[in-house]
């Protein structure tokens, strides 16, 4: 059994597959929330698979304890899971620069989690990680937009531990923390106090010089370049002679700290100085030269002489950043050692820092050094602090101590330091003429003479020394030595020591000691206990060269300088002195126990010389701060003392002695002293004793308090009301040592002059306030809180709540604004101090604190302060309310209920007036506000509704209620905009407080405002209102949420939406009959909360639709209004992307399910209102999913004619209907359908009427307009539109009427002009303009992944201008991204219409016209009238698809072809409101073969009369088309096709067949066809040759002999009833000698044999750019051969042709140069048959499907051909001429010709074409007769899936020849719809085509006989000889006729195949006879078009 856990964490430590049911697979590592356990396995989650929630064994999973887990340590790991998917996202996004930040900063992350993991680090160390780390988390959410984490410290807080607004405060530091921070981990945190003293760790790393052999020793020190002083003692580093390596003495002996620099201190003229000295000879050279001799230094003695200094500014280090909380870094620098004369050795430091360079040069360095190496690095803080942060720096460390004091001096800091300075000295020569080498020795001796041993340094990092010797300037009787010592004498010493120079004279020859020769003293105190001062002191040289004679007896006498006041100027002694000769000194005194100031010392010992008390008393005010706290203790003592006498009563120096207290106390606020208070505080506890002193203090202050207005000094008083902290504090410490001394006598007195001195106090603030006493007044409001805080043990609370009272209302309402500032900052120091926290006191402090903070929130003025005053109220009460939480106080709750009496009401209103600004104080009120709401519970707000409702007036109540409720849905209006958008912790609790508060905020709604004479609907409607935008705030929508993130709101939090659902139900319930007040106006609101993606909510809110529905139909009959709304907020709503299937699904049910259960009155209506609902919320569903994106417009399109027709259909809403209108027409102008969109503004233009003047009002656009004349703004939109589109028909019916308009109603002439003139042009432009047809496409829509509103479904588009299939293709696959594409025709089976993905079936279709759409018309109508209504208006569709019945013959496929025709009607006529209607009727019918040979005989017939009628016309048009289109017909032999419809259907075998059972009439009827066929041409050659100019007329004269030649074959074998047919004539020979002789070149073995091949009618579709199997021969029905174009001849010889002229370019050679028909000859058994020919080319047209443009003829240019069968088969127009008359590029190049061949083993001609080619070029490629008919791309062949990848281009020479480049790859599926409507009863029978002459071809790597070697797909091949091209081009037209002759007695099969319509015969299994060179040339010459064709 599965039992909850509770909140288990653990991690697998196994890899697991998962592979049971319902397991959770998990890898190693993985970390896994367990929710459930049984005995042997875990339920669960991985974070790492989101929302997925499985089960796994136990002993896969390592369980954690979650409280032994580093908080930090879960949030890196959280934080990384969170980063990785943004930083994936960043990848994929090409964000390079944050990809690799991000990644930096996680791997630090990841490193720093290690080393917390690994638990081997100190608190400290672990903190300042801590720190880092979190700095860089939030560095990183801030960068990624992701929220804040509140914390405190490292830690983030826990939001329900702590009050919100302690949690508010905490958020504003963490947001201010987390702008600080930084991908580095520093963080710059405001800290409370600024750090003050800092240290500067340093470390000599390298000493890159050597000194010749000696040692050296290297000083450093620091040194101000401002004012060029040393900042510190000298740090001493010995370096030996053999090297830095070597030196080391003892461990750590190169590092020393410098202490106590402060802020001053640190700035960019701080610089390290090392001073480097030779320790060794004077000379360096005797040093050399006595180790080159002896190997080693001599014993002799050694001086330190000068060397080089070199200088490193510490500027980038003295920048640091005092907020800062860790140390900066250790760096590492080097520097290099300058030289100088030994006379500017003193001032080379200077001289370094100014840049003087002309006084010093470098000192070179050893080979591969840098100079002096150092490292430093500043750490923060007091010296004890930094000791215990960086205790591995100090273990070891010299201290190398500031020269003077520290900014903060500590208590218990002891110190006596003496600095000496030997500046310089001026020594006489002595007689000498060279100087002297001085030598300085210091000694130190006390009054007997004797050595203070242990109290000399020359610097740190040496021992203590007895004796210093200075170094040695060579030479130099002036010398400058500028060195540093240090004197730490014993205190009990210092007052008899004195220091002693000895100056000695070092020779360079001499081995012995230096010579004496005079010496100078200091005395280091005076007689009245003053060291001696600071500064230069000019010391006497006394002359002396024995040693012995240096008795202290003897000179301590002497003047050690002028004014010597101990020296006994009468003694003569045995030194004498010169007056040239002075040695100068310079000192500085750092000691904490002596002093140097005298007047110090004289109030110390006030009691030894009572008379200087007064002279000591002023002098101790001019002290230096550092002089009185030195002697703190013993200066206030002796104050004390003199304050007042042994019966407490004042002395005549007491006034004098309060200034010195107050003085002192001020100095004690300073932040230097700052922590000297806990010293006073000491003192005054333990160690005070003036238990008198209280009266004299109380008066001193009420004496300041009365006089101050009098003073003309406000310092005294100033510093007088800044100490009272001090000041109240020795008094009530004296008063209770007097009290403890005598039993408490006078403790009424003491209480009475307690509040008389206060009286005086609220007196001084009474005053009026000017500049001079305004400080002063501020200085005792900053004193109040803690003054107060003093008397809490001495007066009861009452009375100490009536002082502070009194003292803050003493000031006066029109203060100053510093003054009421300060009176508020002594509130808030009263309540955060220890007064608040007391229940007696706290009652009477907040009752002060509420009557000003009423005050000012009601003025709106210093709403900061008062915020923060509220803020420490509210957060000290939380607190305590925490720490009472199982027994809380009355005094609390009163206290509670006092806040809530004073403060709610008034915070409500001023945060309603400041919302409607900007106001930064406006966070922490809302703060404030939620804190107190915070606090409150169920008793305090029934208090709070009896308080404002007294004797049951609601009125207040009410008032409150409805400004609350209005606060708050202000601020939920914009998710809680005032606060930041990442701070989602803080919303999140205040939201928790809110819902709490609104549950309370019910009840007075419900108990007071609901009866029927206290029903108050607004203050109801307030609180739905809010309760709705609560529910529905962004950051409570948790789907939006990542998966860890939700889940840890929801277990914080839960999912408050729910919880606030049920509250609005519980509250709706109780409305009863009150709930139609809120019919409809609550029904949008409410439907927004059951659009919120919850379903425990959805399930339980939806009901309240039915109780609406319900209520409105009890009280008004009906749900009407119900049911508007709900209709107008749900189009709203859904847009707003809200709402999702299951909604639709849940609302359906629900809905349904409960009324049915319920069964009202009303059932039926409400079902239907439902369903009716369901189907708009599935539509409008379908319209967000396709909102974005431009791929979806067309999706958006549907969307929106879907809804547009919900709209008017089924509820009929006028305005959504209109709103839709535009959306639509939007929609259409964006992708430039401007058809389309004026069909969509006419639906809103047939809604208004003529005749009415009430006023139109159109959505977007408020300005209103009478109907008429919004109906004719309408019109004149919509001719622009159908303008544009080409689409004048449609523009013409609306001129009319507006012309009407103008005309007969508004008589606006000038508009009526304008319109007639616009008709007129539309009418022009009909005949005038190229308009491109377009093509249709069937496209089905399957599989269950497909939106609903195509699932399933078929459409007809109208394709865009010039776009064929595979561009439409594309453009389908582009809106269709996931879809694929179905490539056979055949309807999809049920696995496809239920899978779940998506599938699209496109086929071609061709337009059904309106066959009334002229049937007014009395004569031929034009063809652009005519052909605009073959492809426009029109609702049905057909496809045909061939396939076979029976039997098939091989030999004449005709018999069984049939063809299966679909036809499809859509819903509305194209061009419409869409360019696509989907298929709303579907039938299918089958034609027999007769029926279809029928329909392409017809069609060809009504093609060539048609340009018969057009030429009749316009006899001036270009002869060419009709030349072309006569030549196709009568000189290709297309009519041979002709002789297998005879073979197939005249016989009375087919007759009496079952497949010709019923068919006579049909075979009738091809009969007449073929024979009106024939009376065509007869007209059509009669008209050509009264047109045919002189250059054509060779070419007319040729077609009348073919045109005999064909009704002499004919005749025979076709009879009329009354005439003889010339179909049984049989035609001439064929010329077929020359291929007869070159059949020996060709390959026979080619030849293959003929199967029997079955159609493959599925596969119709091939993608673009698919690779398609090669195509069968036999099976495909597409290919042509020049056998399938003969017609059967009889047995009996041609006639022979008769001579006839040759063409005007015909050029005999030796070949071809006689016209007569050779002989007919029999092949041999073996030789190849002669090889189809395939149809002459037809001539393209603008319009037609033919894509060439031919030549004019009279240029006598041979003219190229092009095949047609494609077209043909589909029963198109064949017309070889149909091209518009008037366009110039009729006579252009011609365009590529890709036929498409058949292979070897067909034996014959495979022609297959892509008629699109000249699409793009402005021809029209469909002719309407041929779009009538066949449709090619639906035959469900396979070899109709041909790809064209190659196409033949054919380019025609000015001279005739013809060059031609051929393809064998084709695609025949690019554009074969037909575009007209036909009706086949109408049809005439036209005669059957010519075949074409004979072509060569090259398939498959296979050469046919008589194939034109130009289509071999050998590139060299592939063009024609020129001279052969005017050689042989007319010779080979003269032998036509017995060239068709020999072919067909030659054994070839007659079987045809149709290709758009055209017979097309199949080939028999004969050998391929290879091509000649002649008869390629007779191909090329003779095919000046495309084949004839019907």
Request: proline share 5%; hydrophobic share 35%; charged share 25%.
């Amino acid at each position: 059994m599965w039992i909850p856990s509770n909140n288990k964490y653990g991690v697998a430590v196994h890899n697991w597959h998962g592979d049971v049911r319902f397991g959770l697979a998990l890898d190693v590592g993985d970390s896994v929330d367990i929710v459930e356990e049984c005995s042997h396995w875990y339920r669960g989650s991985c974070p790492r698979k989101s929302r997925t929630v499985g089960i796994f064994p136990k002993t896969y999973v390592n369980i954690k304890d979650l409280t032994k887990i580093d908080p930090v340590v879960a949030e890196c790991t959280q934080v990384l899971r969170e980063w990785s998917e943004i930083w994936k996202r960043l990848f994929v996004d090409r964000e390079t620069y944050k990809f690799q930040t991000l990644r930096k900063v996680m791997f630090s992350i990841l490193e720093s989690r290690r080393e917390l993991l690994s638990a081997t680090m100190t608190q400290d160390q672990t903190l300042e990680l801590q720190m880092v780390v979190v700095s860089k988390i939030d560095w990183g959410n801030r960068k990624l937009g992701l929220d804040l984490v509140p914390r405190e410290g490292p830690l983030a807080v826990d939001p329900h531990s702590i009050g919100i607004v302690k949690l508010y405060n905490v958020h504003v530091s963490s947001a201010d923390n987390a702008k600080a921070s930084s991908s580095r981990g520093t963080l710059r945190r405001k800290t409370q106090r600024k750090i003050l003293s800092h240290h500067l760790y340093f470390c000599m790393r390298d000493f890159g010089h050597r000194i010749g052999g000696d040692d050296a020793e290297v000083y450093f020190f620091l040194y101000d370049g401002t004012h060029m002083r040393p900042l510190s003692e000298r740090f001493l580093v010995k370096i030996s002679k053999d090297g830095f390596s070597n030196y080391i003495e003892k461990l750590h002996s190169n590092c020393t700290v410098f202490t106590d620099l402060g802020a001053a201190d640190l700035n960019e003229d701080l610089h390290l100085v090392a001073v480097v000295m030779r320790v060794g000879k004077i000379i360096q050279s005797d040093s050399i030269k006595k180790i080159e001799k002896s190997g080693t230094l001599g014993h002799g003695p050694t001086f330190r002489r000068p060397f080089g200094v070199g200088v490193l500014s510490l500027a980038d280090i003295a920048h640091f950043d005092s907020s800062l909380e860790q140390s900066s870094d250790e760096r590492e620098y080097n520097f290099k050692l300058f030289q100088s004369e030994e006379k500017d050795f003193h001032l080379l430091p200077e001289l370094i820092i100014k840049k003087s360079s002309g006084k010093y040069s470098p000192i070179q360095t050893t080979q591969g050094t840098q100079g002096i190496v150092v490292s430093l690095k500043l750490l923060h803080g007091g010296l004890g602090q930094a000791r215990q942060e960086q205790p591995l720096l100090f273990q070891g460390s010299t201290i190398t101590r500031k020269m003077g004091f520290p900014d903060v001096i500590m208590p218990g800091d002891v110190r006596n330091d003496l600095f000496l300075t030997l500046e310089r000295g001026e020594f006489e020569r002595g007689g000498k003429n060279t100087g002297k080498n001085i030598l300085v020795t210091v000694v130190v001796l006390d009054v007997a003479g004797n050595v203070l041993s242990d109290c000399l340094w020359g610097a740190s990092g040496m021992e203590s020394q007895s004796q210093y010797r200075s170094m040695i300037l060579y030479h130099q009787n002036a010398p400058s030595w500028n060195e540093m010592l240090r004197l730490s004498v014993p205190i009990e010493k210092f007052a008899t020591a004195h220091v002693r120079f000895e100056f000695r004279h070092c020779s360079t020859r001499d081995k012995t000691e230096p010579k004496l020769f005079a010496f100078s003293f200091a005395r280091l105190m005076d007689m009245g206990g003053a060291t001696l001062s600071d500064g230069q002191h000019e010391l006497y040289v006394y002359k002396c060269e024995d040693p012995a004679k240096l008795q202290a007896a003897n000179y301590l006498r002497l003047q050690c300088r002028p004014r010597d006041a101990q020296a006994k100027m009468d003694c003569g002694g045995c030194f004498s002195r010169s007056s040239k000769e002075v040695f100068v000194l310079r000192s500085l005194l750092c000691s904490t126990k002596l002093t140097q100031n005298a007047d110090l010392l004289s109030l110390l010992q006030w009691r030894t010389h009572p008379e200087t008390i007064q002279d000591s008393l002023t002098g101790v005010l001019r002290l230096n701060d550092e002089e009185l706290v030195k002697f703190l203790q013993d200066v206030l003592d002796a104050l004390f003392a003199m304050f007042s006498n042994e019966e407490g009563n004042s002395t005549q120096h007491s006034g004098l002695v309060f200034h010195v207290l107050v003085s002192i106390f001020s100095l004690l606020q300073s932040n230097k002293f700052q922590h000297f208070r806990p010293v006073m505080n000491e003192y005054i506890e333990n160690h005070f004793a003036a238990a008198l002193v209280y009266k004299g203090l109380i008066t001193s202050v009420e004496h300041m308090a009365v006089f101050m207005t009098k003073a003309e000094h406000p310092d005294p008083f100033q510093k007088c009301f800044g100490s009272l902290e001090y000041i109240f504090k020795l008094l009530i410490q004296s008063r209770k040592l007097f009290a403890r001394a005598t039993g408490g006598q006078y403790e009424d007195s003491f209480r009475r002059d307690l509040h008389s001195l206060f009286t005086a106090l609220n007196g001084m603030l009474a005053v009026p306030s000017y500049d001079v006493i305004i400080p002063t007044q501020e200085a005792l409001l900053n004193s109040t809180g803690v003054v107060l805080e003093q008397l809490k043990d001495t007066l009861p609370a009452p009375e100490l709540g009536m002082l502070a009272r009194n003292m803050l209302d003493a000031i006066p309402r029109g203060a100053p604004i510093r003054l009421i500032q300060a009176k508020l900052h002594a509130v808030k120091d009263l309540v955060s101090g220890e007064l608040f926290h007391e229940d007696d006191s706290r009652t009477v402090v907040l009752s002060v604190a509420c009557k000003h903070l009423r005050m000012h929130l009601g003025r709106r003025d210093e709403l900061r302060l008062c915020a923060e005053i509220l803020s420490e109220i509210l957060s000290q009460l939380h607190e305590l309310q925490k720490e009472q939480r199982d027994k809380v106080t009355n005094t609390l709750q009163h206290d509670l209920d006092s806040l809530c009496k004073n403060i709610l009401g008034i915070l409500i209103r001023t945060i309603s007036i400041i919302m409607e600004g900007s106001n930064a104080v406006l966070p922490q009120l809302v703060a404030c506000l939620l804190g107190l709401l915070q606090l409150l519970d169920e008793t305090h707000y029934k208090r709070y509704w009896d308080e404002l409702s007294p004797n049951k007036d609601p009125r207040d109540l009410k008032e409150f209620l409805s400004k609350s409720l209005q606060v708050y849905e202000d601020l939920l209006a914009q998710d809680w905009h005032v606060f930041p958008n990442d701070w989602l912790v803080m919303k999140l609790a205040a939201n928790d407080v809110l819902r709490m508060s609104l549950e309370e905020f019910a009840k007075p709604l419900v108990y007071r405002f609901l009866g029927p004479q206290a029903f108050d609907s607004q203050l109801w409607w307030c609180y739905f209102s809010l309760a709705v935008s609560f529910l529905t705030q962004p950051s409570l929508q948790l789907e939006q949420y990542r998966e860890p993130k939700r889940l840890k709101i929801l277990h914080s939090h839960g999912d408050m939406r729910v919880l606030m659902g049920f509250q609005i139900l519980s509250m709706w319930s109780q409305l009863g009959e009150q709930k139609l007040h809120f019919i409809p106006s609550m029904v949008g609101p409410f439907l927004e909360v059951t659009l919120v993606p919850e379903p425990a909510l959805r399930k339980a809110t939806l009901s309240v639709f039915y109780d609406m529905m319900q209520c409105e139909q009890a009280a008004r009959g009906s749900f009407r209004l119900v049911e508007s709304e709900l209709i107008d907020k749900l189009d709203l709503l859904i847009s707003g992307n809200k709402g999702d299937d299951e909604y639709r699904e849940l609302f359906s049910t629900i809905l349904l399910e409960k009324v049915k259960v319920e069964n009202p009155n009303w059932k039926e209506a409400g079902i239907a209102f439902i369903g009716s609902v369901t189907r708009l919320l599935e539509r409008l569903l379908d319209y967000r999913s396709v909102m974005q994106g431009e791929e979806n417009r067309d999706k958006r399109m549907t969307c929106t004619v879907n809804l547009l027709n919900f709209y008017k259909n089924e509820i009929n809403r006028k305005e959504m209907y209109l709103r839709y209108i535009y959306k639509l027409h939007d929609l259409h102008l964006q992708a430039e359908n401007y058809t389309e969109a004026g069909f969509t503004l006419k639906l809103y233009a047939s809604m208004l009427s003529w005749d009415r003047e009430t006023q139109s009002i159109v959505p977007f656009d408020s300005s209103g307009q009478p109907e008429w004349q919004r109906k004719e703004q309408l019109y004149h939109e919509i001719l622009k539109y159908f303008d544009k589109g080409k689409c004048w028909e449609k523009g013409i019916p609306l001129c009319k009427e507006l012309a009407q308009l103008y005309e007969t109603r508004r008589f606006d002439y000038n508009k009526l002009s304008e319109i007639l003139i616009q008709e007129a042009k539309f009418f022009q432009n009909i005949l005038t303009q190229l308009r491109p047809e377009p093509e249709y496409f069937r496209v089905g829509f399957y599989g269950m992944g497909l939106p609903l509103f195509v699932r399933n479904k078929q459409f007809v588009y109208r394709g865009l201008e010039y776009e064929r299939i595979g561009a439409f293709t594309q453009r389908l696959q582009t809106e269709f991204p996931s879809a694929q594409i179905l490539s056979n025709n055949s309807p999809p089976d049920s696995a496809i219409l239920n899978a779940p993905d998506q599938y699209i079936q496109i086929s071609n279709v061709r337009p059904v016209g309106d066959a009334q759409a002229l049937k007014t018309a009395m004569v031929p109508v034009p063809e652009k009238i005519a052909r605009f209504y073959d492809v426009n208006d029109v609702t049905r569709f057909i496809y045909d698809r061939p396939m076979y019945k029976g039997p098939v013959d091989k030999d004449n496929e005709f018999k069984s072809l049939w063809i299966e025709r679909t036809i499809l009607d859509i819903a509305s006529p194209l061009p419409g409101i869409l360019r696509w209607f989907e298929v709303k009727h579907k039938s299918m019918l089958e034609l027999t073969p007769v029926e279809y040979a029928c329909e392409i005989i017809s069609n060809a017939g009504k093609e060539l009369a048609e340009l018969i009628v057009q030429y009749k016309r316009d006899p001036k048009r270009n002869i060419n088309p009709f030349s072309m289109r006569l030549q196709g017909t009568i000189d290709a032999n297309v009519m041979g096709g002709i002789s297998k419809y005879q073979e197939a259907f005249f016989s009375e075998q087919f007759l009496k067949s079952p497949q010709g059972a019923g068919q006579q009439a049909n075979v009738q009827r091809l009969k007449t066809l073929i024979l009106e066929q024939i009376q065509i041409l007869e007209q059509a050659l009669e008209l050509h040759g009264q047109l045919a100019p002189t250059g054509v007329q060779p070419l007319h004269n040729r077609l009348l002999e073919r045109f005999s030649q064909l009704k002499q074959s004919l005749s025979g074998r076709l009879k009329r009833q009354h005439s003889e047919s010339i179909v049984n004539t049989p035609l001439p020979p064929l010329p077929t000698e020359q291929r007869v002789a070159q059949a020996s070149t060709s390959s026979s073995v080619n030849a293959q044999p003929i199967g029997n091949y079955v159609y493959d009618l599925d596969e119709i579709y091939t993608k673009p750019g698919d690779t398609v199997r090669p195509v069968d021969p036999l099976s495909s029905y597409q290919t042509l051969s020049k056998e399938s174009l003969t017609i059967p001849l009889e047995e009996s010889a041609a006639p022979p042709v008769p001579n006839r002229p040759r063409s005007q370019n015909f050029i005999a050679n030796g070949s071809m140069d006689s016209p007569e028909v050779p002989p007919k000859r029999q092949p041999a058994a073996n030789s190849p048959n002669a090889p189809p020919l395939p149809p002459r080319g037809i001539t393209p047209d603008k319009r037609a499907s033919n894509p060439m443009i031919f030549n004019d003829f009279g240029n006598g240019d041979a003219v190229g051909r092009r095949h047609s069968s494609q077209q043909q088969q589909h029963g198109q127009k064949y017309s070889v001429v149909d091209i518009s008359y008037d366009d110039p590029e009729a006579d252009q190049q011609p365009h590529s010709l890709p036929p498409n061949f058949q292979d070897a083993s067909g034996g014959h001609l495979s022609v297959c074409f892509a008629p699109n080619d000249f699409r793009d070029s402005g021809i029209s490629t469909t002719s309407s007769r041929e779009l009538n008919h066949m449709n090619l791309n639906n035959l469900g062949d396979d070899q109709s899936t041909i790809s064209v990848h190659h196409r033949e281009h054919c380019r025609i020479s000015s001279n005739g020849s013809l060059d031609m480049h051929v393809g064998v790859s084709m695609n025949i599926t690019q554009r074969e719809s037909s575009t007209s409507s036909f009706d086949v009863e109408d049809l005439p029978v036209p005669p059957p085509p010519i075949p074409p002459k004979s072509l060569a071809v090259t398939s498959n790597g296979v050469s046919f006989a008589g194939i034109d070697e130009a289509h071999s797909p050998n590139p060299t091949s592939t063009q024609f000889n020129h001279s052969q091209n005017q050689t042989q081009n007319h010779s080979i037209n003269n032998h036509l006729g017995q060239e068709q002759q020999n072919g067909v007695e030659d054994g070839y099969s007659l079987l045809q195949h149709p290709v758009n319509g055209l017979a097309t015969l199949p080939p028999q299994p004969a050998a391929v006879e290879a091509a000649s060179s002649t008869s390629a040339v007779a191909s090329s010459s003779s095919h000046q078009h495309d084949g004839g064709t019907f």
